[in-house]
């Protein structure tokens, strides 16, 4: 039986030939996740600890940062060598060519006592005073900077201002290398930078001979008991934990994408073992009649299934060490932290190596076991004339009741606002049409194909014929693309409704011609001040909020309150100004407040001007409930919150000043701040919907995989259909098909089954957007669905010209054999 698998393999390598392409491009992809992330984490734990290479202790802030007072302090304990306070935050760089350097730029205090200093210089020196300044060698590099020369830097704390540039360094790989630059300050000036209150943390060098542990008891009692104190080991620990959470993130990620295509395989690999099995029962009849077991025939189909499943998997895992060195490629030039080479280990190895075999065998488990079910008299008929078992009762209804639960999850999600309904729903529904199928799909292919057959005529007659003959196994190639063109549409219309939200959100609640924003952080403390005092500029309001007292105290102004409004239950709006608050509905209501009341509002009175509502809804994790706020003008909210600071301030020119001119005036105040950036309403959609598009583009990369093994499982039905349909076929032009006709044939019943499948995907994919459109909805947001015909409608046509080249191969084979020798083909 043993040589007799390995010789059927022989013999139908040609028919496994595309069942094995699927296994291999799921195992390519399962193996290049893995090289690729075992190459960042490798890369993680060898960066991890970078700039803690001379720290034995480290003393971390917990909610309130750690003075300068207080590193004196450590610094002055007994058997400390030296002590260097440390904090990391956003700055911005201006260019030689007088314009912020793009990129977020990280800031960080470097220590200047020799004994802390892990930085590799690569030019010059580290800054040892104030005034000085180190940036990363490629930002040195392109904009020109020369050492010794002035830099202009600035931060949260206020405007750019002018340091010397006295090194380059290279942070290349490291945590500090986030695709901007790298700025590096003394910890006074990176302070003041920054506008922190107080540094992360204090690093400290032993004196040698000195026990740590002792060291660490001195430095608890000096530091107290809110900060935490690690020693060395610890340290690096929390560097490693730091530096691979975000790696198992997008390790997750990967791994999701990589069982999509996975499952998707199993589908495709799985019929293709039914469609041979079924071709080879006279085969297995004369085995059961020569003496072979049952037993036997199924464990030589196993074997069959798991040389098949190896060798695939060996041909994935050398396809997936290419596609793992290029996404290492792609991350590194798009500047990703986490990028790194790839690393291929003997785990990874065999475990795709077991992978691709098990899932072979699994998958050509079923079909192995229902063809060793054919009595062996039954099984000497023609293969092809016999009609195919339809689905059971108890499959039929099993799948109905699946599928109307999966509908009734996705109903019930926006209802609701649970998230794992949406995933619930979404899986339901597949495992539904997964059992109903072999009667949904059929039934949609004949739908589909009646205009066919009235355009084309016999061809799209046979087609329809063809397709529908064996329902199980049109279900199955069907069922193989809903998968992955389901998830796509999932994306492309949750994207697409997102996007509109947010621009519509944008429209309703930004009234003014220009946005200025933090790039990365808040705005700098003296910046709306200073736009506030160009008599060019009418309006100039920072968006601030505070919680106090369990109200949440909002910065307005006068002239832009009305935009969020959606109602003034009482009092005037004219009559909001300093010394006067507008009250939301929901608060006035439950602390019983009415307009002319005087109420307290963080520990200050305030007369009420007006009880107002507000059409969008509290978000979800407020910490006030949905309703409880107050609005005071910029000018109160700046006395009793000064140190609050915003993301984004509206301003509008002022009456009778042209847009250009306002904008120049703009541009004059945020050029000295390397951290803000100025738009107009039409840019700050884009910025804002911009992560949506590239979070769409690469999700749609990815699945695009599942989508191209579910087409390979296409073609390769159609393939098998077409040697199992060899005399027929041969019959069909010796009566008068043409050729063409043949073609066309083969195309329609392609393009039929593709149809049916992105159909039922685009549906699934549909009803999971709407569901978690629903549910966002409920949290917080004015969401609806919205669905981007053109997009789903250029997945549809893709999928169909993608089918019609997979009928090209399989019409080649069906007219290169001379009818005549079709003929007598057995």
Do not use: C
Not at 612 to 639: I, N, Q, Y
């Amino acid at each position: 039986m043993l040589r007799l698998t390995l010789r059927q393999i022989r013999a139908d390598g040609l028919r496994l030939l595309l069942s094995s392409l699927a296994v291999v491009l799921g195992v390519a992809f399962v193996a290049g996740t893995l090289m690729v992330t075992d190459g960042m984490r490798a890369g993680a734990y060898a960066r991890a600890g970078a700039f803690d290479r001379h720290t034995d202790l480290a003393a971390y802030a917990g909610r309130v940062p750690l003075s300068p007072a207080l590193v004196d302090r450590v610094r002055a304990v007994d058997g400390v060598a030296a002590a260097a306070g440390e904090l990391t935050g956003s700055a911005g760089v201006v260019g030689a060519d007088g314009r912020p350097v793009l990129g977020y730029a990280v800031l960080a205090a470097i220590p200047t006592e020799p004994a802390l200093q892990s930085y590799d210089v690569v030019a010059g020196r580290l800054p040892q005073r104030a005034g000085e300044l180190v940036l990363d060698e490629k930002t040195v590099a392109e904009q020109r900077f020369t050492l010794g020369g002035p830099v202009s830097v600035g931060g949260v704390g206020g405007a750019a201002r002018a340091y010397t540039l006295v090194g380059a360094v290279d942070v290349a790989g490291t945590s500090r290398d986030v695709g901007g630059p790298f700025i590096g300050l003394v910890g006074a000036d990176a302070l003041a930078v920054g506008g922190d209150g107080g540094y992360g943390r204090i690093m400290v060098a032993a004196r040698p001979g000195v026990d740590t542990r002792a060291l660490a008891d001195r430095v608890r009692a000096v530091v107290g008991p809110g900060v935490t104190v690690r020693d060395r080991a610890a340290v690096l620990d929390a560097a490693v934990a730091d530096a691979v959470r975000d790696l198992r993130q997008f390790e997750l990620l990967l791994g999701t994408f990589a069982a999509v295509a996975v499952v998707v395989a199993g589908f495709v690999i799985a019929n293709t073992f039914a469609i041979v099995l079924a071709q080879r029962s006279r085969r297995t009849a004369l085995l059961r009649l020569v003496g072979a077991t049952r037993g036997q025939v199924y464990r030589a189909t196993l074997v069959e299934a798991a040389l098949t499943g190896l060798v695939a998997s060996t041909v994935g895992v050398a396809v997936g060490t290419a596609l793992a060195a290029g996404l290492g490629a792609l991350l590194g030039a798009t500047g990703a932290t986490a990028a790194g080479g790839v690393t291929v280990t003997t785990r990874t190895v065999l475990l795709s190596l077991a992978l691709g075999t098990l899932l072979t065998v699994l998958a050509a488990a079923l079909p192995a076991w229902q063809g060793t079910r054919i009595a062996p008299v039954a099984a000497l008929t023609d293969a092809a004339t016999r009609p195919a078992r339809p689905a059971g009762r108890i499959r039929l209804g099993v799948g109905a009741l699946v599928l109307v639960a999966g509908v009734a999850a996705l109903l019930g999600a926006g209802a609701t606002g649970q998230v794992p309904l949406v995933a619930a729903g979404g899986l339901l529904a597949f495992g539904g049409i997964v059992a109903f199928g072999p009667v949904l799909v059929p039934a949609l292919v004949r739908a589909l194909g009646a205009p066919v057959r009235a355009v084309v005529g016999a061809p799209g007659t046979l087609a329809v014929a063809n397709a529908v003959r064996n329902p199980r196994r049109v279900a199955a190639t069907a069922t193989a693309m809903v998968i992955g063109i389901g998830l796509v549409s999932a994306f492309v219309v949750g994207a697409g409704s997102v996007k509109t939200g947010i621009e519509r959100a944008v429209d309703a609640r930004i009234g003014v011609d220009f946005l200025v924003t933090g790039i990365g952080g808040e705005l700098p403390a003296p910046l709306a001040g200073e736009l506030a005092a160009r008599p060019e500029l009418g309006v100039v309001h920072e968006q601030r909020s505070r919680v106090s007292d369990g109200v949440q105290v909002r910065a307005a102004h006068p002239a832009l309150v009305r935009r969020t409004l959606s109602a003034v239950d009482a009092g005037d709006l004219g009559a909001f100004g300093p010394g006067s608050v507008l009250v939301h509905r929901e608060l006035a209501a439950a602390r019983g407040w009415t307009v002319g009341d005087t109420v307290t509002v963080a520990g200050r009175p305030f007369r009420v001007a007006a009880v107002v509502a507000e059409d969008r809804p509290a978000l979800a994790g407020s910490p006030v409930p949905d309703g409880h706020v107050v609005d005071v003008v910029d000018a109160d909210f700046t006395r009793f919150f000064p140190t609050e600071r915003g993301h984004l301030a509206e301003v509008d020119p002022a009456a009778g000043v042209d847009v250009d001119v306002a904008r120049a005036a703009v541009e004059s105040v945020v050029a000295r701040y390397p951290t803000v950036n100025v738009m107009d309403q039409a840019a700050y959609k884009k910025m804002l919907t911009g992560t949506v598009d590239m979070v769409l583009g690469l999700v749609t990369a990815l699945l695009g995989l599942a989508v191209v093994i579910s087409l390979v499982g296409v073609a390769n039905t159609l393939s098998l259909s077409v040697v199992e349909r060899t005399r027929e076929n041969a019959v069909l032009r010796a009566v008068g098909l043409s050729r063409g006709g043949m073609r066309a044939v083969l195309a329609v019943e392609a393009v039929l089954t593709a149809s049916v499948g992105t159909l039922l995907g685009v549906a699934l994919g549909v009803g999971v957007a709407a569901g978690a459109m629903a549910v966002v909805a409920r949290i917080g947001g004015d969401f609806t669905l919205v669905l981007p015909w053109g997009r789903l409608g250029l997945i549809v046509a893709v999928a169909v010209l993608a089918a019609l080249l997979a009928s090209v191969l399989p019409a080649r084979r069906a007219l290169s054999r001379p009818v005549v020798a079709s003929l007598g083909a057995d």
